[in-house]
């Protein structure tokens, strides 16, 4: 793996409609190899790279946004409210370390309750100010942040990180072109979208420029292999690629479903089967464009999902990228 380029879009600024640094960094390591690269009206970075005329137009996505916060407030004591911005869990905000686009960074404080969950309108943020002017100085109404990068390396084969959710992904497809043979039959346009976080909304335009033949998301996906999982998936990580079956976003088209399997077994990439009964990714938009798209997603097996402490194994990230060049050249 390419440890440097994964660290440098893990690492890149980028809430939901702020993803403009992210698509600088992939576009930088896509330069010179692919045929076209332009960003479309919402942000998405739109990779192509045409086949022979034989073959069939593949849409591939994997978003470039990373939930985050947004000030809608300042105190008198100079601490920042915030809504947020995609599906934060404000629990797993507390204590944490936050960095906004200009740089300012703020720690996560919390109203002390007695009872009923956190709400992210529980949440407080500290930048360092003394006074809501010293704040408002700092940072206006409307600015977001994020949580901070850092890249951890546990044992072997795992990394952690937050935005694992999806940089991970845009690193497999880049990674894929990257290694595409020079003649290939299919027209490939890898679409790093904008916004997904909020409800796919930039692969629902991209989708529609492109009008693809078929479509395949590439996303982290929850797994079951931790300890007492509220809600039981089968996923588990370093088992390989996971192929969907279905989220709450889409019903993966059969037919994409099988073709992913038989080349995983063809290639002998290992592959698991996802079947999430929550969330949503890219191939549900991508589906429903149009008059409907065939649609399929890969899964990178991913635990603690909107958190600092994203995890993914390593050897399930290359089956991934392996089984997207395998889809892509099919
Ligand atoms: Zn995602």
């Known amino acids: 793996m390419n440890m440097q380029l994964l660290e440098n879009i893990l690492t890149a600024y980028g809430p939901s409609g702020h993803e403009g640094r992210v698509a600088d960094t992939i576009r930088e390591a896509l330069k010179g190899h ?35 916060l947004a000030v809608v407030d300042a105190d008198k004591h100079g601490f920042l409210r915030v809504c947020n911005v995609g ?73 952690a990180s ?76 370093g088992r390989g690629a996971a192929i969907k079956i279905m989220d709450r976003s889409l019903l993966c088209t059969p037919g994409v479903v099988a073709m992913m399997e038989t080349l995983a077994e063809e290639n002998g990439i290992a592959y698991q089967r996802e079947v999430l009964p929550y969330g949503g990714t890219d191939a549900g938009a991508i589906q429903k464009t149009r008059t409907g798209v065939a649609a399929g997603a890969i899964s990178i097996p991913c635990r603690f999902i909107h958190s600092e402490a994203e995890t993914v194994d390593k050897r399930d990230v290359q089956a991934c990228i392996d089984l997207l060049k395998a889809c892509l050249t099919a």
Not at 36 to 64: F, N, P, Q, W
Not at 115 to 121: A, F, H, T
Not at 188 to 210: D, K, N, P
Request: glycine share 10%; net charge negative; hydrophobic share 45%.
């Open 162 to 237: 937050p935005a694992m959710d999806d940089r991970i992904a845009c690193y497999v497809q880049v990674q894929a072109v990257l290694e595409l043979p020079e003649n290939i039959k299919n027209d490939v346009y890898a679409v790093f979208s904008v916004q997904e976080e909020v409800g796919l909304r930039g692969a629902m335009t991209a989708a529609y420029h492109v009008n693809p033949d078929m479509g395949i998301a590439v996303d982290v996906t929850g797994v079951g292999d931790v300890p007492k999982v509220a809600t039981k998936v089968p996923v588990a990580l």
């Open 34 to 68: 692919v045929d076209e690269m332009y960003t479309d009206v919402m942000g998405s970075l739109i990779a192509v790279k045409k086949g022979d005329g034989t073959g069939r137009r593949i849409m591939t996505s994997a978003h470039m946004d990373h939930i985050g």
């Open 87 to 159: 599906g934060i869990r404000a629990a797993k905000m507390v204590s944490g370390h936050v960095v906004f686009e200009n740089g300012v960074h703020g720690v996560v404080g919390a109203d002390e309750k007695v009872k009923g969950d956190l709400q992210v309108s529980d949440l407080y943020i500290d930048i360092g100010a003394e006074t809501k002017e010293e704040a408002l100085s700092m940072v206006s109404l409307g600015d977001m942040c994020v949580m901070a990068p850092r890249m951890t390396k546990l044992g072997e084969n795992r990394i």
